[in-house]
C-alpha cells in the first residue's frame, strides 16, 4: 500500500509538467488546429453539455491533464521496477 500512494503521490508531482508537455508537442497543435481534434471531442463535449468555447477548451485541458497523469504513471511505475531490480541485483552481487 505504501509504494502504491508514493507511486500516485509522484505521479501527481508530474502531471503538470508532462500535461504541459503533451499540449505543446507540434502535431497536437496541427490535429486541433485541422479541426480534427474538435470533433473528435464533440461526443464528450455533448456527453457533458458543453456549449461554449470556454467549456470546450475546459474539457481539452482536462483531458490533458488526465493523459499527464496516465502517463506519469507508467513512468513512476517503470522507474520503480527499475530501481528496485538494479537493488535486488546489487544485494545478489555483493554476497
Not at 37 to 52: I, K, M, N, Q, V
Amino acid at each position: 500500500m505504501k509504494k502504491a500512494l508514493i507511486c500516485v503521490a509522484l505521479a501527481l508531482l508530474m502531471t503538470i509538467p508532462v500535461g504541459v508537455g503533451i499540449a505543446h508537442i507540434p502535431w497536437v497543435y496541427q490535429w486541433f488546429g485541422s479541426g480534427a481534434g474538435y470533433e473528435f471531442y464533440s461526443p464528450l463535449f455533448d456527453a457533458l453539455g458543453a456549449d461554449g468555447t470556454e467549456e470546450n477548451s475546459e474539457i481539452i485541458v482536462g483531458s490533458l491533464y488526465l493523459l499527464g497523469f496516465v502517463v506519469s504513471l507508467v513512468f513512476v511505475v517503470i522507474g520503480w521496477a527499475i530501481v528496485g531490480r538494479l537493488r535486488r541485483r546489487r544485494r545478489w552481487e555483493s554476497r
